[in-house]
Every structure is written in structure tokens, then in C-alpha cells.
């Protein structure tokens, strides 16, 4: 099928899904979760077999998947994340209403909750905006099952019949896709490369559209002395399963670790060095990701500054790897820019800092995160605050001793960063708040009640939360 041929359908679905109303579209989402549910086998063995990922995670992701569903129903069920505002002198009446269809981007390291009926469909969906799915070429099979399951919720819930559509192709159907001038609004998530070439795409058409992809990061990771002189041994721990979850194939894997020189921050590397070296070969997701992992690997060691340990075992298949460890100085990775690049798969490096100021400076450095922690004691924060300020002004999420990994799915998430980490900072792609994407602002000015939707009505039908002449009011 032509891509134009999909997107008028999705454009004029779009007029119809709309105006459905909320308590209807929140019954839809949690069909789509249902239908889910009720194929969760098939869906694990296929996406077992297409990513090499294990049952335990697929499994677990089938929940996040329909966990994001059902707190999307939940929030637009409640309804006040339209922001209803009124002035009532002058007659003045504000509200966020959906942009228009969505193109979703699935991804390859989520096979389920960031693909076909991952966080991006759901929230687009709850805004009112319908979707088209361009399944991710590296598992064909699941998403193609997945989208059976939303057809059969639409079916069900008596939606516009395209109100999702899924389609399949290399980067020009995906160009295609993004171009088109019924498309409202992109949502991506991968590399650098390709989060840059679609935000190329969408900034060169007639009309601009926003495209909200989720990148690159290094999530960087300070360790400050007082922690590493009373748990360096749990921390190494902490950070070796954080390291190789998954196979580092996170977006919030943690990628560079930071202290000063001593004799805790070197205690430290060794323990972890050691728990790394115990972890076995995994597979990655594909052969791909396994290539690209190798390269970037390599060049990080390439550099006469950095030294490997523990050293890797070979590969003992085509899509295997053992975790690794580099270890390399403040000076010279300040010297270096290409040593703070991401490296996706379970490789972490080590940063030796000779004090706190080239400490701040290497921080300073680096580009946008989506997440940075900090291992400290409360003493260790009272003479470092310094560290923290920076952290704020670097990452969309701050971490206090734990490990990135792992992203909640709730209202106060924020799964997004300055540029490089996502294209746009002010928004996320994790939790309720990701609903805000692919809504704008209108204002309604001396409009009768009767003309008015729900949510802008002087009796309130819906009982929503209001800003009604500056105070916050059912």
C-alpha cells in the first residue's frame, strides 16, 4: 500500500477518533492491553526468537506494556491533564487538543513497550491522535502479532478503522512516512544517526512538524569518596548488574563512571572489574547491534590513554559478548571528546579525576543525558552540592545511589534530556506526562457554553481540575 494512501487514512480516521470521548478512548486503551494479555505467549516465543532477549524480560515487558496502557485510560478517564483554563472577564478558555496522526518508530531494544503498542502509540492515542506504526525491521513477526492485537481492540471498541495502522520498509519508507503533510508529529527511538536524519526529514518540509527521539547518552556516574570508602564492594555489585542487564542494551545503561583518584575509587574498579568478568557471554539483539557494539568498543580502546580490564574474552558466537571494563584518566578524556561518546552494549568507562575541579570540568563537557547519578553520603553531598547543580542543568532524570536502569512508568518520570539524549528536553517519552507531545494549546474566546467542549463548560461536566480566574478549582 502507498504511504499517501495510509496517511489520508489515518487523517481521516483522525477527524472521527477525535471527537470520541474520553471515557471511550480510555475503554480502547485498555482493550488494546486485553488483546495483548490474551496473546502474551505467542507474543514471547516470537519476540524470543526475532531478539534473543530471555522469557523473564519479555514477559515483564508484556506487563510494562499494558501497565502503560491502563495508566494512560486512568489519566484521560480523570481528564485533567487538558489543562482547562478560563478567564471569565474576558471570556477566555483554554485547553490542549490533539495535533493531528502520529508517526511511532518502533525500537529494537523494546521489542513491546517503546514499539507498535509501546508508550508512544499509547500516549498519542490517549491524546486523541491516531497512529502509524513503522514495525522495526529487526522484529517483523512481533510487531506485526502486536498490531493484530490493537486491530482486534479497534474492532472491539468500535474505533475508526484506521485509527492504528502498521507498515514495514527500509529509511524511505520511514523519509516517506515523515515527510508526508498529513503526518502531525513523529515519535523515534534509536540511534543518533537516526533520530537526526528523521528531525532532518520533518525540519525540511513545507510545514515543520516536531520530532520527539530519544538518542544517545552515556548516563554518566559519579561516585563521591565518603561512598566509595563505606560500600565500593556493593557498589561494584550494583553496577556490574546495571552494566550487563540485557545485555547494556538500555538507553539508560550506565556508561561512564567517575571519582577521584584514591585508593577507594581504584578498590572499586578492581570489584568491579571482577563481578564483570563473572558475568557470561550474552547475545545481543542482532547482528547489527553486535557489529556496531565491537566497533565502538574498539575505538574507545584505541586511545594510547585507556587500558581494558578485565580484558574480553572472544566472541564465542556471532552475537555474543562478554561485559568490559576501560579505565582512563580525567585529563584525557577532557583531551578527548570521542572517549565521552556512547558505546551501546555492556562496556563501561572508568574516569580517574585528580580533584574536584577537573571533576566539575569533565562534567561540564559532557552533552545531554537522559540520566546521571551520584553515589553519595549526605556528608559527601553537603561539600559536594556542586556536583548535583551540575548534574540538574545535564540529564532529564537525577538518580541519588542507585543505578539508571530501570525506567518507572508514572507521572513524575522524566524519560528525556537536552540534546544529544532526545530532541527536545521540555518533554518525555516514559510515564503520563508523554501524553503532552502530541497535544497543543487553543484558545476559545467568547464561545457560548454550548459550543464549548466539556472540559471548557462552566458547570464542569467532566468535574476536571480548572485554573478558573487564577485559582485551581473542580
Known amino acids: ?118 508508550g508512544d502509540t499509547a500516549s498519542a492515542l490517549a491524546a486523541g491522535a491516531t497512529v502509524v506504526v513503522k514495525g522495526h525491521p529487526a522484529h517483523p513477526r512481533t510487531s506485526q502479532l502486536m498490531f493484530e492485537a490493537i486491530q482486534a481492540a479497534i474492532i472491539q471498541s468500535g474505533m475508526p478503522a484506521y485509527t492504528v495502522q502498521h507498515v514495514t520498509g527500509d529509511y524511505h519508507t520511514g523519509k516517506a512516512l515523515v515527510v508526508h503533510p498529513y503526518t502531525s508529529g513523529v515519535g523515534f ?45 556493593e557498589l561494584a555489585e550494583m553496577f556490574a548488574t546495571s552494566i550487563t542487564l540485557g545485555a547494556g542494551q538500555f538507553c539508560t545503561n550506565p556508561g561512564l563512571l567517575i571519582g577521584l583518584e584514591s585508593p577507594a575509587f581504584t578498590a572499586f574498579q578492581q570489584q568491579l572489574g571482577t563481578a564483570l568478568e563473572k ?46 571494563l576501560a579505565i582512563t584518566s580525567g585529563a584525557a578524556i577532557l583531551a578527548n571528546p570521542a572517549l565521552k561518546e556512547e558505546v551501546f552494549g555492556p562496556h563501561a568507562l572508568v574516569v580517574a579525576c585528580k580533584d574536584k575541579t577537573e571533576l566539575l570540568a569533565l562534567l561540564r563537557s559532557l552533552k545531554g543525558q537522559l540520566t546521571t547519578s551520584v553515589m553519595a553520603t549526605e556528608e559527601d553531598l553537603s561539600q559536594w552540592k556542586e556536583v548535583v547543580d551540575v548534574q540538574v ?58 459550543l464549548l467542549p466539556d472540559e471548557l463548560k462552566t458547570a464542569n461536566p467532566r468535574g476536571i481540575w480548572r485554573l478558573v480566574d487564577n485559582q485551581f478549582t473542580r
Open 1 to 118: 500500500m502507498q504511504i499517501d494512501q495510509i496517511m489520508q487514512q489515518a487523517a481521516t480516521a483522525y477527524e472521527q477518533y477525535k471527537n470520541i470521548p474520553p471515557l471511550q478512548r480510555a475503554a480502547f486503551l485498555e482493550t488494546i492491553g486485553a488483546e495483548i494479555t490474551a496473546r502474551r505467549e505467542a507474543l514471547v516465543k516470537t519476540a524470543g526468537e526475532e531478539t534473543n532477549l530471555p522469557m523473564a524480560r519479555l514477559n515483564g515487558e508484556i506487563v510494562r506494556t499494558t501497565t502503560q496502557l491502563q495508566k494512560f485510560a486512568d489519566l484521560i478517564k480523570e481528564g485533567s491533564w487538558v489543562e482547562a483554563v478560563i478567564d471569565t472577564t474576558p471570556n477566555i478558555r483554554r485547553m490542549l487538543l490533539p495535533v493531528g496522526p502520529v508517526v511511532v518508530f518502533g525500537a529494537s531494544n523494546f521489542p513491546f513497550a517503546f514499539s507498535t503498542a509501546g
Open 189 to 233: 527511538t534509536g540511534s543518533l544517526q537516526g533520530g537526526k536524519a528523521l528531525s532532518a526529514y520533518a525540519a525540511e518540509r513545507e510545514t515543520p512538524i516536531p520530532v520527539f527521539a530519544e538518542m544517545s547518552s552515556v548516563n554518566p556516574v559519579v561516585f563521591l569518596p565518603q561512598a566509595l570508602e563505606t560500600r565500593s564492594a
Open 279 to 324: 558475568t557470561a557471554p550474552q547475545k545481543m539483539l542482532h547482528p547489527g547491534i553486535h557489529s556496531a557494539f565491537l566497533e565502538g568498543r574498539s575505538r574507545v580502546l584505541a586511545s594510547q590513554e585507556v587500558t581494558l580490564s578485565p580484558a574480553p574474552v572472544l566472541d564465542f558466537d556471532a552475537s555474543a559478548v562478554r561485559p568490559s
Open 393 to 450: 542543568t545535564l540529564a532529564g532524570r537525577i538518580i541519588l545511589n542507585g543505578a539508571p536502569t530501570g525506567v518507572e512508568v508514572c507521572a513524575a518520570m522524566v524519560h528525556g534530556g537536552p540534546y544529544p539524549a532526545t530532541t527536545d528536553a521540555r518533554f518525555t517519552s516514559v510515564g503520563t506526562a508523554a501524553i503532552r507531545r502530541w497535544v497543543r494549546p487553543v484558545c476559545f474566546q467568547q464561545f457560548p457554553d454550548t
